[in-house]
Nanobody, 128 residues
Framework: QLQIVESGGGLVHPGGSLRLSCAAS????????IGWFRQAPGKEREGVSC????????LYADSVKGRFTISRDNGKMSATLQMNSLKPEDTGVYYC?????????????????????WGKGTLVTVST
């Protein structure tokens, strides 16, 4: 069972930036797809971004395209989510998750079900 820890959350003004990180330990291999999810107050958790192993690269929810960038360090079982031009609607608890599979589904609606290991989340608040 992987242990996943997220960091980097905090309070930021609209238009600002934050960089979230997650790191996993306890795995027996490093062939995982990695996803970032968020849950706003009173709403269901939703997929934000997912990154596959190899050439399939990264995918984004429409709401964050052009503003967020996901990256991974395969050798260290870690990932980051660079969030720019933040909006109040980006507020929520952000979760990092690892899937026991190489690739992210092309359909963002499938990401949550595909994930096998979850972190406990880090809070991002975008407010004046």
């Amino acid at each position: 069972q992987l242990q996943i820890v997220e960091s980097g959350g905090g309070l930021v003004h609209p238009g600002g930036s934050l960089r979230l990180s997650c790191a996993a330990s306890g795995g027996t291999h490093d062939f995982y797809a990695i996803g970032w999810f968020r849950q706003a107050p009173g709403k269901e958790r939703e997929g934000v971004s997912c990154i596959s192993i190899g050439e399939r690269g990264s995918l984004y929810a429409d709401s964050v395209k052009g503003r967020f960038t996901i990256s991974r360090d395969n050798g260290k079982m870690s990932a980051t989510l660079q969030m720019n031009s933040l909006k109040p609607e980006d507020t929520g608890v952000y979760y990092c998750a690892f899937a026991e599979y190489y690739y992210c589904s092309e359909d963002v609606a499938n990401w949550e079900d595909d994930m096998d290991h979850w972190g406990k989340g880090t809070l991002v608040t975008v407010s004046t």
